[in-house]
C-alpha cells in the first residue's frame, strides 16, 4: 500500500482566515481524493484532486471555499478558505489505483476553527 | 435518502463472541466494496476488500457480499477488545462516479471483557 503523509496533523485557526494542507504520498498514484470527517460523523467527499487540470468537486463543495491543486501524481492540497467554525473537522486525502484497487487514506489534518 | 446504510449501533458484544456489521447500498452498478475500521483520534483503516458474491476470509475476519440483495457484511469471530472501534462500510461507485467512495454512517463496536 501507499504510504500517505499530510500536513499540518492538527491546526487551530481563527475564523475568517484560510488554511492549506499538503497531502504528499511515496508512489505516483491515479488517483487521489479528499474528504472531511465531521465530529461524530462519516466521512464526506470533498473533491476529486485531478492531475493537471482542476478538481471534480461533489455538490455542496465549490472551488471558492475548498481550492484543490493537483501539480503532479505525488502530491496535492486543499485549503480551506475563509474558515468559519463550522469547518472544524478533520480533512482526509486518499489515494486510489483503479478499478478494483484499494483506497487508503492519510492520517489526516485536525482543524480546529474559533 | 443515504446511499450507503449501515445497521444502527452501538453494538456490544462479549468477549469472544462474534460480531456481526450490516451495510445495503443502493448503487446497482458498485462493485467494489470495503469495510474500514476506525479508531477515535485515527484515519479509516482498511480491513477488507470484496468484490464478488460470496465469503471472504481473513483471519477473524468474514466479508459477505450479495449484489442481488445490494448487501454486505462484516463478520468478526473471536471478538477482542481491541476491535472496539467505529466501523465503516465504503462503496466504491461506478459510472459516473468511478472511484469515489461511499460511506455509510458508522457502526459503533465495542467489546467488553
Known amino acids: 500500500s501507499a504510504v500517505i503523509s499530510q500536513k499540518p496533523s492538527r491546526d487551530i485557526c481563527q475564523r475568517g482566515t484560510s488554511l492549506t494542507i499538503q497531502c504528499q504520498v511515496d508512489?505516483?498514484?491515479?488517483?487521489m481524493f479528499w474528504y472531511r470527517q465531521q465530529p461524530g460523523q462519516s466521512l464526506t467527499l470533498i473533491a476529486t484532486a485531478n492531475q493537471g487540470s482542476e478538481a471534480t468537486y461533489e455538490s455542496g463543495f465549490v472551488i471558492d471555499k475548498f481550492p484543490i491543486s493537483r501539480p503532479n501524481l505525488t502530491f496535492s492540497t486543499l485549503t480551506v478558505s475563509n474558515m468559519s467554525p463550522e469547518d472544524s473537522s478533520i480533512y482526509l486525502c486518499?489515494?486510489?489505483?483503479?478499478?478494483?484497487?484499494?483506497?487508503?487514506f492519510g492520517p489526516g489534518t485536525r482543524l480546529l476553527v474559533l | 435518502q443515504k446511499e450507503v446504510e449501515q445497521n444502527s449501533g452501538p453494538l456490544s458484544v462479549p468477549e469472544g463472541a462474534i460480531a456481526s456489521l450490516n451495510c445495503t447500498y443502493s448503487d446497482r452498478v458498485s462493485q467494489s466494496f470495503f469495510w474500514y475500521r476506525q479508531y477515535s483520534g485515527k484515519s479509516p483503516e482498511l480491513i477488507m476488500s470484496i468484490y464478488s458474491n460470496g465469503d471472504k476470509e481473513d483471519g477473524r475476519f468474514t466479508a459477505q457480499l450479495n449484489k442481488a440483495s445490494q448487501y454486505v457484511s462484516l463478520l468478526i469471530r473471536d471478538s477482542q477488545p481491541s476491535d472496539s472501534a467505529t466501523y465503516l462500510c465504503?462503496?466504491?461507485?461506478?459510472?459516473?462516479?468511478?472511484?469515489?467512495?461511499?460511506f455509510g454512517q458508522g457502526t459503533i463496536l465495542t467489546v467488553h471483557p
Open positions: 486518499s489515494v486510489d489505483g483503479g478499478r478494483l484497487e484499494t483506497q487508503y
Open positions: 508512489s505516483q498514484v491515479t488517483m
Open positions: 465504503a462503496v466504491k461507485g461506478g459510472g459516473t462516479s468511478y472511484g469515489k467512495l461511499t
